[in-house]
């Protein structure tokens, strides 16, 4: 269409002198309607939802083509169909440029193109077909087969075709950007809803000996097979099918950092912060028991206060597990479902459930020893974001005095980030290689030696303006703010974790394993269940000549 409307607003639509042209130019607009003024003539009709299928009668109306009257629909510019035609325009004006003959290049070419049409007996087969065609094109998201699904069925059985598109839109709102969300949520739906869904499916007909006819799990390969056979249940509506899908990717969107909306009265201000640090520590697979949790709050008795509780069972196992790499990932959507069978299974509710859930938890957890061992190694190297999580723990622990400026060290987005007191730069300042010792090639040894370790680490705000300073200077670095007030931004910031340094004299290799001594003794108190654990891992350490004690 955007091809037709250059030639028109170029004035090159060609005369029947020009039998060619105007068999060429006839061509490409009997591919978008035919001769009779019907709706019906519409060659191509897209998808009802967003009403895709109205903006493309309009734009076709807009260039002539379509004489039907057309209802108005709001902010009709900005939609998805004008917005592609502005495109396309400006890409037709911008390849012709003042070369006039380029435009009937252009539709001899797209006239060449064939459509083949091609049926298959369900969507799932063609998400199989689209890879195999399409493989250095970007393939189709799990979410778009879903979609798919969902549009059809509402499509099938007489339902609100626009509704349902505007619900989509809301899910997708709700899942941000990141396609590998979409799918996760997906997938992490069905795991904490496979009950109900199964319930409804033997309930509808679609009988079998398994627990879970529909499948165990929801992994990559079954997903669209599953969603498929929730969406065409029997006496189901599958608008009120996107409906629970809506209010289940609120609850999803809550927990992954997406949203900042409330959701019921379980959301607290405690509760956004422990989630913060549940991602720091990439617990994402716990939203499978959240989400159930969240949900079903009333027939679980479940309220902000043990919601919270279990969220900081769960982020020190989380935490352990980045840490240890230790229990394996692909067990931990089985640990999580298996737990919302047993609570469903013995029914129960409030304490009871928090108290399985550390239970389980504490007995897949990773053993302290190791978590110490690995402690004592170039953590920075191995789990930044553990390390980054458990620094900021230990200053919460030992009671923060940022009062330079007053920042919650767990706000999303937050600028706190590791700082390596010995820089990581592979040049070392001459200043700082002197102070690890004065044969240049000695130092650097001991800096790849200590400089990922714990002990070398702190947290700043302004990393970039400490980068490969002094030591010094880094104690003592200020700012200036707007209203001229001066801030420490330096090992005086009133940070715990910079109580030492700012009185050091020098920075080498026996203050930073003194000072990885009281940080993984700190560590451990804040990873430990009991206080057995930690002397027991200190224990087996000192047994090893470890550093620390």
Do not use: C
């Not at 809803?193 to 033997?202: L, M, S, T």
């Not at 200036?480 to 420490?488: A, L, P």
């Amino acid at each position: 269409m955007a091809i037709l409307n250059k030639i028109k607003d170029k004035g090159l639509v060609p005369n029947a002198d020009d039998r060619t042209l105007t068999e060429e130019y006839a061509g490409l607009q009997n591919r978008l309607m035919r001769n009779d003024p019907t709706l019906e003539s519409i060659v191509i009709s897209p998808q009802a939802e967003e009403y895709n299928d109205i903006s493309w009668q309009i734009l076709l109306k807009e260039n002539g083509l379509n004489t039907l009257g057309t209802e108005s629909i709001p902010n009709i510019k900005n939609r998805r169909m004008h917005t592609a035609f502005a495109f396309y325009q400006k890409s037709i004006e911008s390849y012709i440029s003042d070369d006039n003959e380029k435009i009937w290049e252009l539709l001899r070419k797209v006239n060449s193109l064939v459509l083949i049409d091609i049926n298959v007996a369900s969507v799932a087969d063609a998400g199989l077909l689209f890879g195999a065609i399409n493989y250095r094109g970007e393939p189709l998201t799990i979410t778009d087969l879903v979609k798919n699904i969902v549009i059809s069925e509402v499509e099938k059985k007489e339902e609100n075709v626009e509704n349902a598109g505007e619900i989509w839109k809301t899910i997708k709102d709700y899942l941000g950007e990141k396609t590998q969300n979409h799918e996760r949520f997906l997938r992490y739906n069905y795991d904490a809803f496979r009950k109900e869904y199964n319930n409804h499916a033997v309930g509808s007909g679609q009988t079998s000996s398994q627990e879970f006819p529909l499948g165990h799990k929801a992994g990559k390969q079954n997903v669209i097979t599953i969603y498929e056979k929730i969406i065409a249940i029997k006496n189901e509506s599958p608008s009120a099918f996107l409906e629970d899908l809506s209010t289940n990717a609120k609850i999803f969107s809550i927990l992954i950092g997406e949203s900042t909306e409330e959701y019921l009265d379980l959301i607290d201000d405690n509760t956004r912060k422990l989630l913060n640090k549940l991602r720091m520590t990439e617990g994402l697979f716990s939203v499978i028991l959240l989400m159930r949790l969240l949900k079903n709050k009333d027939s679980f008795d479940m309220n902000a206060k043990l919601i919270n509780k279990i969220l900081d069972k769960l982020i020190v196992f989380f935490a352990k597990k980045s840490i240890t790499n230790s229990p394996a990932s692909n067990t931990l959507e089985d640990l999580f479902m298996d737990l919302i069978k047993k609570i469903e299974d013995k029914q129960l509710k409030a304490d009871n459930i928090v108290e399985i859930v550390e239970q389980k938890l504490e007995e897949k957890s990773s053993d302290m020893t190791l978590v110490a061992k690995a402690l004592n190694g170039d953590a920075y190297l191995e789990f930044r974001n553990a390390v980054n999580y458990l620094l900021r723990q230990v200053e919460e622990n030992n009671e923060p005095d940022t009062n330079e400026y007053s920042k919650n060290l767990w706000i999303e987005g937050s600028k706190w980030s590791i700082e390596h007191i010995l820089p990581q730069d592979d040049k070392l300042p001459n200043g700082w290689s002197k102070a690890l010792d004065e044969d240049k090639e000695k130092a650097g040894e001991i800096q790849a030696e200590v400089v990922h370790k714990i002990g070398n680490l702190t947290l700043t705000d302004y990393n970039s303006n400490l980068a490969n300073s002094s030591f010094e200077s880094k104690q003592n670095a200020v700012v200036t703010k707007e209203d001229g007030t001066v801030s420490n931004i330096g090992f005086n910031n009133g940070l715990w974790l910079n109580k030492t340094l700012k009185d050091e004299k020098a920075w080498n290799k026996d203050k930073i394993e003194a000072r990885q001594k009281i940080l993984i003794k700190e560590m451990l108190k804040a990873l430990a269940y009991s206080e057995d654990e930690i002397t027991d891992a200190i224990k087996i350490i000192d047994e090893e000549r470890k550093i620390i004690k």
